[in-house]
């Protein structure tokens, strides 16, 4: 069972909400070349807002994936997509099916 995450909150800037789902969809991509990233979420919530969740066996795995490609993509084009800060939840799973 995945027992570390991160949950990442994404609010598309006005007029760039196709560039940020191709962005996301891309990112599902990357995540395929991380052996240590167990699942990885592009997610939409509303009209421009968007969220990222991943989950890792351990806190090896998820610091490898926040020092990975995704992440240096996702702080790279932040100020060019997001409207938001950009803050980097870390969780731990208590439980999953």
Not at 12 to 34: I, R
Not at 48 to 53: C, H, I, K, N, P
Not at 70 to 81: C, D, E, F, S, V
């Amino acid at each position: 069972m995945a027992k570390q995450a991160i949950w990442v909150m994404l609010k598309a800037k006005p007029g760039k909400e196709a560039d940020v789902e191709a962005f996301l969809k891309q990112g599902a991509d990357l995540a395929n070349d991380e052996p240590q990233t167990v699942t990885w979420y592009g997610v939409k919530m509303a009209p421009g807002v968007y969220g990222v969740f991943d989950t890792f066996d351990d806190e090896a795995g998820r610091d490898a994936h926040l020092s990975g490609e995704i992440a240096k993509a996702l702080m790279a084009n932040a100020t060019t997509l997001f409207s938001n800060e950009i803050k980097i939840e870390q969780m731990e799973i208590l439980s999953s099916k």
